[in-house]
């Protein structure tokens, strides 16, 4: 059975940093990506990288938020710095499809199960 499962996610204060896992059990994927979910708005892509490294954040995001992978550990992060309240949502780990497709919200075969990340001011 393919999952991912995330980690990490809670409540902290503006300014501060924190950082969320993805654990992919079951098969290992080329490109695996975080997209977060504001409450209201639409999901929304945060950045992917590939097994080969390549990164694609979102542009909106890229001075903060920084993605990275282990593939010994077939484990995803995102290490989210210097947080705002407009940051607060729920974060999801995907996995599947390619780099760009990902980017546009396309191609993802697996998702992981979301956690809750609040930013107050």
């Known amino acids: 059975q393919v999952q991912l499962v995330q980690f990490g996610g809670g409540m902290v204060q503006a300014g501060e940093s924190l950082r969320l896992s993805c654990v992919a059990s079951?098969?290992?994927?080329?490109?695996m990506g975080w997209f977060r979910q504001a409450p209201g708005k639409e999901r929304e892509f945060v950045a992917a990288q590939n097994r080969g490294g390549t990164v694609r954040p979102a542009d909106s995001l890229k001075d903060r938020f920084i993605i990275s992978r282990d593939d010994a550990k077939n484990s995803l992060y995102l290490q989210m710095n210097n947080l705002k309240p407009e940051d607060t949502a729920v974060y999801y780990c995907?996995?599947?499809?390619?780099?760009?497709?990902?980017?546009?919200?396309?191609?993802?075969?697996?998702w992981g199960n979301g956690t809750l990340v609040t930013v107050s001011s």
């Open positions: 995907a996995a599947g499809g390619a780099l760009v497709s990902m980017a546009q919200g396309n191609g993802v075969t697996n």
């Open positions: 079951g098969r290992t994927f080329y490109v």
